[in-house]
């Protein structure tokens, strides 16, 4: 399984990633630093920050599901 974790807190990135990576693939998106990817069709689950600087998680969520229909988690 290949997850996706969006969020503006590099700390918090690397100790989900730390936590799941023993069981899934684990992708991090440090936002607004780096790019979300331009094919999300891979991943089986996006976990996305809600309060991000410069633009919401809601507002990305909106983006993301015109590309992907996967369940995604906002935190």
């Not at 936590?19 to 780096?34: C, K, M, N, R, W």
């Not at 790019?35 to 999300?40: A, M, R, T």
């Not at 089986?44 to 229909?69: A, C, F, H, W």
Request: aromatic content about 6%; hydrophobic content about 40%; proline content about 5%.
């Amino acid at each position: 399984m290949k997850l996706l974790v969006v969020d503006d807190e590099k700390e918090i990135l690397t100790l989900i990633k730390k936590a799941l990576s023993g069981q899934y693939q684990v992708d991090t998106v440090h936002f607004p630093i780096e790019k979300i990817p331009e094919d999300l069709s891979g991943y089986s689950l996006i976990l996305m920050d809600v309060m991000m600087p410069n633009e919401n998680g809601y507002t990305i969520v909106e983006k993301i599901r015109k590309q992907v229909d996967c369940p995604m988690s906002l935190s």
